[in-house]
T-cell receptor
Framework: QKEVEQDPGPLSVPEGAIVSLNCTYS??????FMWYRQYSRKGPELLMY????GNKEDGRFTAQVDKSSKYISLFIRDSQPSDSATYLC??????????FGAGTRLFVKA | DAGVIQSPRHEVTEMGQEVTLRCKPI?????LFWYRQTMMRGLELLIY????????DSGMPEDRFSAKMPNASFSTLKIQPSEPRDSAVYFC??????????????FGSGTRLTVV
Protein backbone atom coordinates (compact mmCIF):
# COMPACT_ATOMS: atom_id res chain seq x y z
CA GLN A 1 0.00 0.00 0.00
CA LYS A 2 1.31 3.43 -0.94
CA GLU A 3 1.75 5.98 1.83
CA VAL A 4 -0.37 8.48 -0.09
CA GLU A 5 -3.19 7.58 -2.48
CA GLN A 6 -4.61 10.02 -5.00
CA ASP A 7 -6.95 9.33 -7.89
CA PRO A 8 -5.12 10.33 -11.08
CA GLY A 9 -8.34 11.24 -12.90
CA PRO A 10 -8.73 12.86 -15.32
CA LEU A 11 -11.51 14.95 -13.83
CA SER A 12 -13.48 17.07 -16.30
CA VAL A 13 -15.90 19.75 -15.10
CA PRO A 14 -17.73 22.71 -16.66
CA GLU A 15 -16.62 26.23 -15.89
CA GLY A 16 -18.13 27.50 -12.63
CA ALA A 17 -18.40 24.07 -11.02
CA ILE A 18 -17.14 23.24 -7.54
CA VAL A 19 -14.22 20.84 -7.74
CA SER A 20 -13.28 18.40 -5.00
CA LEU A 21 -9.83 16.80 -5.02
CA ASN A 22 -8.80 14.27 -2.41
CA CYS A 23 -5.96 12.22 -0.97
CA THR A 24 -5.89 9.47 1.61
CA TYR A 25 -2.86 8.44 3.58
CA SER A 26 -1.74 5.69 5.92
CA UNK A 27 0.98 7.26 8.08
CA UNK A 28 -0.56 8.92 11.13
CA UNK A 29 2.70 10.80 11.70
CA UNK A 30 1.98 13.22 8.84
CA UNK A 31 1.52 16.72 10.24
CA UNK A 32 1.99 19.08 7.29
CA PHE A 33 -0.40 18.89 4.38
CA MET A 34 0.13 20.76 1.15
CA TRP A 35 -1.46 21.10 -2.24
CA TYR A 36 0.60 21.88 -5.30
CA ARG A 37 -0.61 22.84 -8.76
CA GLN A 38 1.40 21.78 -11.80
CA TYR A 39 0.77 23.14 -15.26
CA SER A 40 1.94 21.15 -18.27
CA ARG A 41 5.73 21.20 -18.67
CA LYS A 42 6.18 23.30 -15.53
CA GLY A 43 7.33 22.58 -11.99
CA PRO A 44 4.79 22.16 -9.19
CA GLU A 45 3.88 25.36 -7.35
CA LEU A 46 2.68 25.52 -3.76
CA LEU A 47 -1.01 26.37 -3.59
CA MET A 48 -2.10 25.70 -0.01
CA TYR A 49 -0.39 24.66 3.20
CA UNK A 50 -2.04 23.34 6.36
CA UNK A 51 -0.60 22.23 9.64
CA UNK A 52 -2.47 19.51 11.53
CA UNK A 53 -6.27 19.30 11.21
CA GLY A 54 -8.84 21.83 10.16
CA ASN A 55 -9.75 24.05 7.25
CA LYS A 56 -7.90 26.80 5.46
CA GLU A 57 -9.35 29.14 2.87
CA ASP A 58 -7.58 31.26 0.28
CA GLY A 59 -9.81 32.94 -2.26
CA ARG A 60 -11.58 30.26 -4.30
CA PHE A 61 -9.53 27.48 -2.69
CA THR A 62 -10.28 25.63 0.55
CA ALA A 63 -8.08 22.92 2.04
CA GLN A 64 -9.48 20.48 4.58
CA VAL A 65 -7.62 17.99 6.74
CA ASP A 66 -9.32 15.18 8.66
CA LYS A 67 -6.58 13.39 10.57
CA SER A 68 -9.01 10.96 12.20
CA SER A 69 -9.96 9.64 8.76
CA LYS A 70 -6.51 10.23 7.24
CA TYR A 71 -8.19 12.19 4.46
CA ILE A 72 -7.38 15.56 2.93
CA SER A 73 -9.31 17.60 0.40
CA LEU A 74 -8.93 20.63 -1.82
CA PHE A 75 -12.06 22.44 -2.98
CA ILE A 76 -12.07 24.88 -5.85
CA ARG A 77 -15.11 27.14 -6.12
CA ASP A 78 -16.22 28.81 -9.33
CA SER A 79 -13.67 26.81 -11.31
CA GLN A 80 -12.06 28.50 -14.31
CA PRO A 81 -10.39 27.12 -17.44
CA SER A 82 -7.13 28.51 -16.01
CA ASP A 83 -7.49 26.02 -13.15
CA SER A 84 -6.88 23.19 -15.61
CA ALA A 85 -3.73 21.53 -14.30
CA THR A 86 -2.51 18.57 -12.27
CA TYR A 87 -3.03 18.90 -8.53
CA LEU A 88 -0.69 17.03 -6.20
CA CYS A 89 -1.05 16.56 -2.49
CA UNK A 90 2.15 16.59 -0.46
CA UNK A 91 2.45 15.29 3.09
CA UNK A 92 5.26 15.64 5.59
CA UNK A 93 5.72 13.85 8.90
CA UNK A 94 7.97 16.62 10.07
CA UNK A 95 10.69 18.74 8.60
CA UNK A 96 12.37 18.05 5.36
CA UNK A 97 10.85 15.19 3.47
CA UNK A 98 7.55 15.47 1.58
CA UNK A 99 5.74 12.48 0.09
CA PHE A 100 3.58 13.32 -2.92
CA GLY A 101 0.44 11.76 -4.29
CA ALA A 102 0.29 10.72 -7.93
CA GLY A 103 -1.57 13.91 -8.88
CA THR A 104 -5.09 14.43 -10.26
CA ARG A 105 -5.45 15.90 -13.74
CA LEU A 106 -8.23 18.49 -13.82
CA PHE A 107 -9.85 19.91 -16.96
CA VAL A 108 -12.24 22.85 -16.66
CA LYS A 109 -14.27 23.31 -19.84
CA ALA A 110 -15.28 26.80 -20.92
CA ASP B 1 14.38 36.48 -6.58
CA ALA B 2 14.55 34.47 -9.80
CA GLY B 3 13.35 31.32 -8.08
CA VAL B 4 14.99 27.93 -8.32
CA ILE B 5 17.06 27.78 -11.49
CA GLN B 6 17.75 24.49 -13.24
CA SER B 7 19.86 23.77 -16.26
CA PRO B 8 19.67 22.48 -18.87
CA ARG B 9 15.92 22.55 -19.58
CA HIS B 10 16.22 19.65 -21.99
CA GLU B 11 18.88 17.01 -22.38
CA VAL B 12 19.04 14.27 -24.96
CA THR B 13 21.90 11.86 -24.59
CA GLU B 14 22.96 8.42 -25.71
CA MET B 15 22.94 5.45 -23.42
CA GLY B 16 26.19 5.14 -21.53
CA GLN B 17 26.98 8.83 -21.52
CA GLU B 18 27.42 10.92 -18.39
CA VAL B 19 24.71 13.45 -17.62
CA THR B 20 25.00 16.35 -15.19
CA LEU B 21 22.00 18.34 -14.06
CA ARG B 22 22.44 21.64 -12.25
CA CYS B 23 20.45 23.59 -9.72
CA LYS B 24 20.67 26.98 -8.06
CA PRO B 25 18.33 27.20 -5.05
CA ILE B 26 16.65 30.31 -3.72
CA UNK B 27 19.04 32.42 -1.70
CA UNK B 28 18.47 31.89 2.01
CA UNK B 29 16.82 28.50 1.65
CA UNK B 30 18.69 25.90 3.66
CA UNK B 31 17.22 22.71 2.21
CA LEU B 32 17.53 21.38 -1.32
CA PHE B 33 15.74 18.43 -2.87
CA TRP B 34 16.12 16.44 -6.07
CA TYR B 35 12.95 14.75 -7.35
CA ARG B 36 12.28 12.65 -10.43
CA GLN B 37 8.86 12.61 -12.12
CA THR B 38 7.55 9.96 -14.48
CA MET B 39 4.05 9.03 -15.57
CA MET B 40 4.35 5.62 -13.98
CA ARG B 41 5.87 6.55 -10.62
CA GLY B 42 4.93 10.20 -10.12
CA LEU B 43 7.23 12.43 -8.08
CA GLU B 44 9.94 10.48 -6.32
CA LEU B 45 12.42 11.99 -3.88
CA LEU B 46 15.96 11.07 -4.83
CA ILE B 47 18.03 12.94 -2.26
CA TYR B 48 17.88 16.00 -0.06
CA UNK B 49 20.41 18.28 1.57
CA UNK B 50 20.19 20.49 4.61
CA UNK B 51 22.83 23.19 5.04
CA UNK B 52 24.74 21.58 2.13
CA UNK B 53 24.93 18.20 3.89
CA UNK B 54 23.20 15.15 2.36
CA UNK B 55 20.56 13.99 4.83
CA UNK B 56 18.78 11.18 3.04
CA ASP B 57 19.85 9.57 -0.23
CA SER B 58 17.74 6.44 0.13
CA GLY B 59 15.78 7.39 -2.98
CA MET B 60 18.80 7.35 -5.26
CA PRO B 61 18.02 4.38 -7.48
CA GLU B 62 21.51 3.06 -8.07
CA ASP B 63 25.19 3.81 -7.69
CA ARG B 64 25.03 5.35 -11.15
CA PHE B 65 23.38 8.35 -9.50
CA SER B 66 25.31 10.82 -7.39
CA ALA B 67 24.59 14.31 -6.06
CA LYS B 68 26.69 17.05 -4.58
CA MET B 69 26.11 20.41 -2.98
CA PRO B 70 29.50 22.13 -2.70
CA ASN B 71 27.99 25.39 -1.44
CA ALA B 72 24.66 26.95 -0.51
CA SER B 73 23.99 28.22 -4.02
CA PHE B 74 24.72 25.22 -6.21
CA SER B 75 23.95 21.53 -6.52
CA THR B 76 24.48 18.87 -9.17
CA LEU B 77 22.88 15.52 -9.91
CA LYS B 78 25.02 13.23 -12.01
CA ILE B 79 24.10 10.02 -13.80
CA GLN B 80 26.97 7.89 -15.05
CA PRO B 81 26.44 5.84 -17.14
CA SER B 82 22.96 6.87 -18.24
CA GLU B 83 20.34 4.31 -19.32
CA PRO B 84 17.04 4.69 -21.23
CA ARG B 85 15.05 3.98 -18.04
CA ASP B 86 16.53 7.17 -16.54
CA SER B 87 14.42 9.20 -18.96
CA ALA B 88 12.22 11.46 -16.83
CA VAL B 89 11.79 15.04 -15.70
CA TYR B 90 14.17 15.88 -12.88
CA PHE B 91 13.13 18.65 -10.51
CA CYS B 92 15.16 20.55 -7.99
CA UNK B 93 13.33 22.24 -5.11
CA UNK B 94 14.41 24.33 -2.17
CA UNK B 95 12.81 25.34 1.11
CA UNK B 96 13.48 27.16 4.35
CA UNK B 97 12.10 24.38 6.55
CA UNK B 98 13.74 22.88 9.59
CA UNK B 99 13.90 19.42 11.11
CA UNK B 100 10.45 19.99 12.61
CA UNK B 101 8.68 22.39 10.25
CA UNK B 102 7.87 22.37 6.57
CA UNK B 103 6.29 25.35 4.85
CA UNK B 104 6.45 23.87 1.38
CA UNK B 105 8.92 23.81 -1.46
CA UNK B 106 9.72 26.06 -4.37
CA PHE B 107 10.36 23.95 -7.44
CA GLY B 108 12.44 24.73 -10.47
CA SER B 109 11.14 24.28 -14.00
CA GLY B 110 12.78 20.89 -14.32
CA THR B 111 15.19 19.19 -16.69
CA ARG B 112 13.58 16.87 -19.21
CA LEU B 113 16.07 14.05 -19.76
CA THR B 114 15.81 11.65 -22.65
CA VAL B 115 18.30 8.81 -22.91
CA VAL B 116 18.27 7.06 -26.28
Amino acid sequence: QKEVEQDPGPLSVPEGAIVSLNCTYSNSAFQYFMWYRQYSRKGPELLMYTYSSGNKEDGRFTAQVDKSSKYISLFIRDSQPSDSATYLCGLTAGGFKTIFGAGTRLFVKA
Amino acid sequence: DAGVIQSPRHEVTEMGQEVTLRCKPISGHNSLFWYRQTMMRGLELLIYFNNNVPIDDSGMPEDRFSAKMPNASFSTLKIQPSEPRDSAVYFCASSSGTATTNYGYTFGSGTRLTVV
